[in-house]
């Protein structure tokens, strides 16, 4: 049975159906949940920008998205009857499977859920796959959940 669960989300609508199956599961189970967000400010850089825009300007905003996205993720759980805490990790610093995997052993989860776009062939050899990263090196079990072609879609029209 597990009994802590964590949830890295991103705020994406994949993210999200990997957040609603977390709840789900929790709900039926007792168990608490830890969402976690990874700000990554170095994808954001141009390297055009001088250091006081990067610390002044872009750095909060980043922060600032990430902790509405765990806010609403908390929200979404408390609305559930599920406690869920928050994780904003915004050092920029390392990969964010091996942030996942530290987080998963110092807490310790029983358990990871985590939205997948389910990519296949070439976009996925371009594009990379946290999941499976973190599928790979995870200490303890992993649950995938796919995005649907609605998620992808809804994705792709908001950006």
Request: hydrophobic letters at 45%.
């Amino acid at each position: 049975m597990y009994k802590k669960i964590l949830v890295p989300i991103d705020g994406s609508p994949t993210s999200r159906l990997g957040l609603g199956e977390a709840i789900k599961l929790a709900a039926v189970m007792g168990a608490q949940l830890r969402l976690l967000h990874f700000v990554d400010p170095f994808a954001y850089v141009g390297g055009f920008e001088s250091p006081a825009v990067f610390i002044t300007d872009l750095l909060p905003l980043l922060r600032e998205g990430g902790q509405t996205i765990l806010k609403e993720g908390q929200t979404l759980a408390a609305s559930k009857g599920v406690q869920a805490e928050t994780v904003l990790i915004d050092d920029g610093v390392g990969r964010l499977s091996d942030l996942v995997v530290s987080q998963a052993l110092g807490w310790p989860a029983d358990l990871i859920v985590i939205g997948t776009h389910g990519r296949r062939g070439v976009r996925r050899v371009f594009l990379g796959s946290d999941a499976e990263q973190i599928l790979r090196v995870a200490p303890v079990p992993v649950l995938l959940v796919r995005g649907t072609e609605e998620a992808e879609a809804g994705s792709k029209s908001a950006a």
